[in-house]
C-alpha cells in the first residue's frame, strides 16, 4: 500500500498538527467537557475558519476543498492525537455524507453551514433495542397532509445535545429489521422542537463526550425534512456506517501511537531499583508487542481507508477487519499502558488515563469486534 502524501496532504498534516499542539489543551478540553459546554464553540470555529477542515473532504461548490478518503485519515488521526471531543465525525463524516448523498436545496445549504462552522449535525440512528444494528428500525414516520409524524426513541445519540439539527432513521414501510422501508429526516433543533415532539436526556460519556437519549412523541416535520426517496435510505446509511468506522478507527491510530510515545517515555523516566524501569528487559518485550499491535492497527486502517470508495461488499469487508483488528489494538495497548504507568496510569492528572477511556469506548463504536469479526466472516462466505 502506498501512502505517500501529495505536498498538500502533507500541508494539511502539519498545518491540522501544529494547531493542536498549539491552542488544543487536555486541561481546556476536560475543563468543557466536566464543567462546561460540553465542548469548545470556539475551536470549532477555528476549525472551520483558520483550518478549513470542517469543510476538507466536501465538493468545492459546497464550500470545501474536495478532498477524499486520504484527506479523512489525515484529518481524523490528527484529531485522536489530540484526543478532540468536538463532534467532527458525526457532524462531518456521519451528516455530511449522508447529505451529500441525499441531494436537494436544503440539504446544500446546510452542508455550506457546516463547512462554516455554524451547524453541528448528529445522527439518531440506534434503538433500546437495536443492538447496534441500523436497519433495526421501530420509529416510525407516516404522512399526515404536508407533514411527518415521527414517533419512536433513539438512545446514545453521540453529539445530541451539541446539534443544532439531527438526522433520524425511522422507518416508512417494511417490517422492522427489513433494509427497505427506511428513510431519514433532517430535524432542525429549536426550543419548540424540544417542546412539540422532541425529548431529550443528555448524558455525558465514559470518553467525555455528550450524548443524549431521545424520544419522539407525534414529532411532526415538513414534507422537505425527508431526505431523499422515501424508504430508499439504506444504501447511503451503510455508507455512513463504514465511513463512520473508518474515521474512528484513524482516530484510534491517533491515540494509539500518542499512548505508546508516552508509556515509553515514562519508563525511561521511572526509577525502580536504582534504574529506569525501561532497562528491565520483561517491560521491553511489553512495549514490543504493544508497538506491534500500533503497526497492525495502521495498516487496518490503511486498508479501509483505501476501499472506502470501492463497491460495497469490498469496502464493507476492509472495514470490519479494520474495526476488529483496531478493537483488539485498543484493549491491548490501552490496558498495558495503564498497567505500566502504575497506579497513575488512571488519575485526572496524567493523559494516558483520558486516551484509554476513549480507547475503551472505541472498542463498540459502530460495532464491536464480535460484530465486526462475524460481519466479515458473512460477506467472505458471500451470505
Known amino acids: 500500500m502506498d501512502f505517500t502524501f501529495t505536498d498538500e496532504q502533507q500541508l494539511l498534516r502539519d498545518t491540522v498538527t501544529r494547531f493542536l499542539a498549539n491552542r488544543y489543551t487536555m486541561e481546556d478540553s476536560r475543563a468543557a467537557a466536566k464543567t462546561g459546554p460540553g465542548w469548545q464553540p470556539e475551536i470549532w470555529r477555528a476549525f472551520a475558519g483558520e483550518l478549513g477542515i470542517l469543510g476538507a473532504t466536501f465538493p468545492e461548490e459546497l464550500g470545501g476543498l474536495d478532498g477524499g478518503p486520504t484527506e479523512l485519515m489525515i484529518i481524523t488521526e490528527a484529531l485522536g492525537h489530540a484526543l478532540v471531543i468536538e463532534p467532527y465525525v458525526e457532524t462531518v463524516v456521519l451528516g455530511g455524507g449522508l447529505l451529500q448523498r441525499a441531494g436537494g436545496p436544503g440539504t446544500q445549504s446546510l452542508l455550506h453551514q457546516i463547512a462554516a462552522g455554524t451547524a453541528v449535525v448528529a ?64 430535524v432542525e433543533i429549536t426550543p419548540g422542537a424540544l417542546s412539540s415532539g422532541l425529548a431529550m436526556q443528555p448524558m455525558r460519556t465514559i470518553d467525555d463526550r455528550r450524548a443524549a437519549d431521545l424520544t419522539l412523541t407525534d414529532l411532526r416535520l415538513p414534507a422537505e425534512a425527508l431526505l431523499g426517496d422515501e424508504g430508499q435510505a439504506w444504501p447511503s446509511l451503510e455508507r455512513a456506517y463504514d465511513e463512520g468506522a473508518a474515521a474512528v478507527v484513524s482516530e484510534a491510530v491517533g491515540c494509539l501511537r500518542r499512548v505508546l510515545a508516552d508509556t515509553v517515555d515514562y519508563t525511561k523516566q521511572r526509577q525502580q531499583f536504582g534504574q529506569p524501569i525501561g532497562q528491565f528487559q520483561a517491560l521491553q518485550h511489553r512495549m514490543v508487542d504493544m508497538y506491534m499491535e500500533v503497526e497492525q492497527a495502521v495498516a487496518a486502517q490503511y486498508l479501509a481507508i483505501l476501499k472506502l470508495d470501492a463497491e460495497p461488499r469490498e469496502r464493507a469487508r476492509a472495514v470490519s477487519a479494520a474495526k476488529a483488528t483496531v478493537a483488539r489494538a485498543a484493549r491491548f495497548v490501552g490496558q498495558n499502558a495503564v498497567q505500566l504507568h502504575g497506579a497513575m496510569g488512571m488519575t485526572e492528572e496524567l493523559a494516558v488515563g483520558h486516551y484509554f477511556k476513549r480507547l475503551t469506548a472505541i472498542e463498540s463504536e459502530f460495532g464491536t469486534r464480535d460484530r465486526h469479526l462475524n460481519r466479515y466472516a458473512t460477506l467472505v462466505d458471500g451470505r
Do not use: C, Q, Y
Open 123 to 186: 445522527l439518531a440512528a440506534e434503538e433500546p433495542t437495536s443492538g447496534g444494528a441500523w436497519h433495526d428500525i421501530s420509529t416510525t414516520a407516516r404522512r399526515d397532509g404536508e407533514h411527518w409524524v415521527l414517533n419512536g426513541e433513539k438512545v446514545l445519540v453521540s453529539a445530541a445535545p451539541l446539534a443544532t439539527h439531527l438526522l433520524v432513521t425511522a422507518r416508512t414501510g417494511g417490517s422492522r429489521r427489513d433494509t427497505a422501508g427506511i428513510s431519514v429526516f433532517a
